[in-house]
């Protein structure tokens, strides 16, 4: 393959506005990358984050594990090899509309409780030491634990009693619905419902 090669551990490169061909045999980097032609990516490292972007045909031949492309909407792209444990995605520009993934600290869900009770509290921290998540295996850039605890509140002082659950989230793996209202049509209906 002729063009760009990135090699190394733990590399981060920009390569800028590309014509030519792309070959990332890297570990733990991350490559950026505008296609102005239409050309051919191979990603055969391990734990790489690949990001392309621009208006052009790009073949995608991922053989390397674990690794992490996000292309561009107007990318053209076809996967000749998928590799292992590999994943891919759309890239979501500005992210208008998304869901944050830390929608509550633990101090405001504890903050909501009243004065006397039991309560199952959830809330999420960051999970900054994560490489890829571990609920989906995908690699992302943002990754939360989320924790649910019960709780006994007295006299508006909480103590945990137990913790009940933590588990990954990342984008890949998130339950969302818009904000916009969601209806059944009749069949579905029907059909959930019998």
């Known amino acids: ?18 014509t030519e061909d792309v070959a990332v045999e890297a570990s733990r980097s991350s490559v950026e990358l ?8 191979r990603v055969a490292g391990e734990r790489n984050s ?15 594990e674990r690794n992490g492309v996000t292309v561009g909407d107007a990318v053209e792209l076809t996967i000749s090899d998928e590799g292992r444990a590999n994943s891919v995605s759309r890239e979501d520009f500005g992210f208008e509309g998304r869901p944050e993934l830390v929608q509550q600290s633990r101090d405001e869900a504890l903050a909501e409780l009243g004065w006397f ?12 030491e994560r490489e890829y998540c571990h609920a989906c295996g995908a690699d992302a850039d ?11 509140t007295v006299l508006g002082w909480s103590m945990t009693l137990r913790n009940r659950a933590r588990s ?3 984008p ?7 904000d916009s209202d969601v209806e059944l049509t009749e069949a579905e209906r029907r059909e959930i419902y019998g």
């Open 168 to 170: 990954d989230q990342c």
């Open 172 to 178: 890949h793996c998130s339950d969302y619905v818009p």
């Open 142 to 152: 943002t990754i939360v634990y989320r924790h649910e605890e019960r709780v006994l």
């Open 34 to 41: 505008t296609a102005d032609a239409d050309l051919a990516v």
């Open 117 to 128: 009770g039991f309560a199952i509290v959830t809330y999420q921290t960051e999970a900054t």
């Open 50 to 64: 690949v990001t392309v972007r621009g208006d052009s045909a790009v073949d995608l031949a991922l053989t390397g």
């Open 1 to 18: 393959m002729t063009g760009h090669t990135v090699e190394g551990d733990q590399a981060s490169r920009d390569l800028g506005t590309v």
